[in-house]
C-alpha cells in the first residue's frame, strides 16, 4: 500500500488540470474584487472605527457599495451584527415575507438550522407570524421543473427559496448555470416575487454569483468564503435594492434601516477579508479535491464528483461506522493550528436534530472558511470536509489523516 506522502503525490498529479482551472477562476475573481475597490476608491478613511448610532459611518455605507459591486447587485447590507449565517438567512427572509405568504424552497429542505427558523413552534418562527412553507425536492440533483410549475401555481408563494450548497445531504452543490437556468424558468411561470439563495459556502467558486444570474437576493455568513478567513464576525445580504432595503429596516427598524449601525473595532479585516477571499476559496477548493482524490483511491465514497470543479468548497466523504468517522473528525482536529490537543466528542449542538462532532480548531470561532469538518451522527456516516486558509495546511492535515486510515 502507498504511504500517505506518495498517494499525496500521485493524487496531485492527477488533479492538475483542475488545479490550473481553479486557479484560474481565482484570477479572474482576483480581478472583480480589484476593480470593486478601485471604483469605490477606497481609502484608510474607510477602515475607522465608529460608535453610537453611527450616523455617516463611510467605513459601513462603502463596504455595502463595495459588496454590491463584486455581486453585480444592486444594492448590499454588510454587517457585523449578523451574527452567522442561519441569523443573516433567518432576517432576510423575515424582512421579505409577511403574514400569508408562503416561501417555497425548491431545492428540499434547508440547512438544519433553518428548519425551526421556518416551522417551529412558539419559538418566534415564520410559522408563528402565519407564513406558510412548502418544497420541491431536488430531482437525481437537478430542480424538478414539472413539480416547480405546479408549486408555482400556489399564489400566496412570495419567495421562490434555492440552496446553494448540500448541507447535510448527499448531493452536488448547484452550479452557477443551474440557478440561472432555474430563475429563468421561474419568471418564465409569471412568478414575480423574489428568488432568494441561500449563497453559504458558494461565493467565488465560479466566475459569478447568484445576483448576476437571475436570484434577487443572495445572502451569506462572513466567517465563510465572502470574509476570507479574516472577518472576525458577521454576514452579507446582496440583491434588489427594494428587498434589502427591506431587510435592512428588520434588522434595525422601520424608521432607520441602513442608516444606523456603528461598529468600534473598525472595518479593515471585512475590507480585507474580501479582498484575500478569491484567493482563499481557491485554496479550500484545491484542497477539497485533494481529499477527496486520496480517498477515492483508497476506496472511500466521496461527493462531488472529481469529473470537474465542485461548486463549493465542502466535501462529503462515507464512512462504514461510527468510531471511523469520529476517528476522521479528531484527526482534523488534531491538525489544527488552534485547539489542536483537544479529543471531540459527539455533543447535541442547538439547532441539530442529531448530535453533531464538529471539527473546528480555527483562529475565528466555527469559521468554516478556515480548515474543518463536521458530522451528524447518524447513518450513512457521513462527514463533511470544508475551508482551508492554504493548500499547505489542506495538504499537512490530509496527511495526518492518511496515516490513520492507512
Avoid at 471531540?344 to 464538529?358: A, F, K, R, S, T
Avoid at 482551508?388 to 489523516?401: F, I, N, Q, R
Wanted: charged content about 20%.
Amino acid at each position: 500500500m502507498l504511504s500517505a506522502e506518495k498517494l499525496i503525490s500521485e493524487s496531485e498529479k492527477k488533479l492538475k488540470l483542475l488545479f490550473a482551472q481553479a486557479e484560474e477562476i481565482a484570477q479572474f475573481n482576483q480581478g472583480k474584487v480589484l476593480d470593486a475597490f478601485r471604483n469605490a476608491k477606497i481609502a484608510l478613511r474607510h477602515f475607522a472605527a465608529s460608535t453610537g448610532y453611527g450616523y455617516g459611518d463611510e467605513g459601513r455605507d462603502t463596504l455595502n457599495a463595495l459588496f454590491a459591486d463584486v455581486f453585480g447587485a444592486e444594492a448590499s447590507l454588510v454587517s457585523p451584527h449578523l451574527l452567522s449565517g442561519t441569523h443573516a438567512l433567518t432576517a432576510a427572509l423575515f424582512g421579505v415575507l409577511k403574514t400569508g405568504d408562503v416561501l417555497y424552497s425548491i431545492s428540499g429542505n434547508p440547512y438544519d438550522t433553518l428548519l425551526e427558523v421556518i416551522g417551529g413552534k412558539n419559538v418566534g418562527s415564520l410559522a408563528d407570524y402565519g407564513i406558510g412553507y412548502k418544497k420541491t425536492d431536488l430531482k437525481e440533483g437537478n430542480f424538478d421543473l414539472a413539480a416547480i410549475q405546479e408549486g408555482l401555481k400556489d399564489p400566496h408563494v412570495k419567495v421562490v427559496y434555492i440552496q446553494r450548497s448540500r448541507g447535510y445531504e448527499w448531493r452536488d452543490a448547484l452550479s452557477e448555470e443551474k440557478i440561472k437556468n432555474v430563475c429563468s424558468f421561474v419568471r418564465g411561470q409569471g412568478f414575480s416575487g423574489c428568488i432568494f439563495v441561500d449563497n453559504c459556502y458558494g461565493e467565488f467558486v465560479e466566475k459569478t454569483e447568484p445576483t448576476q444570474c437571475g436570484a434577487d437576493l443572495a445572502v451569506g455568513s462572513l466567517i465563510k468564503n465572502a470574509g476570507g478567513g479574516l472577518a472576525p464576525t458577521g454576514g452579507y445580504i446582496a440583491g434588489k435594492k427594494e428587498y434589502v432595503d427591506a431587510v435592512a429596516r428588520r434588522v434595525t427598524a422601520p424608521s432607520v434601516g441602513a442608516e444606523i449601525g456603528s461598529y468600534a473595532f473598525g472595518y479593515q479585516y471585512f475590507y480585507q477579508g474580501i479582498f484575500m477571499a478569491p484567493h482563499v476559496v481557491s485554496q479550500a477548493v484545491k484542497g477539497s479535491l485533494l481529499i477527496g482524490q486520496c480517498l477515492q483511491s483508497l476506496g472511500y465514497e466521496t461527493s462531488p464528483s472529481l469529473d470537474c470543479l465542485p461548486f463549493d468548497i465542502t466535501r462529503a466523504i462515507r464512512f462504514k461506522t461510527k468510531n471511523e468517522l469520529i476517528g476522521f473528525i479528531q484527526a482534523v482536529q488534531e491538525a489544527s493550528p488552534v485547539d489542536s490537543f483537544l479529543t471531540l466528542e459527539p455533543w447535541d449542538m442547538p439547532g441539530y436534530g442529531d448530535q453533531v462532532i464538529m471539527a473546528a480548531g480555527t483562529f475565528v470561532q466555527g469559521a468554516s472558511i478556515e480548515l474543518s469538518a463536521d458530522a451528524p451522527i447518524k447513518e450513512p456516516y457521513t462527514a463533511y470536509f470544508q475551508g482551508g486558509l492554504t493548500y499547505e495546511h489542506c495538504k499537512y492535515a490530509l496527511a495526518k489523516v492518511l496515516q490513520k486510515l492507512i
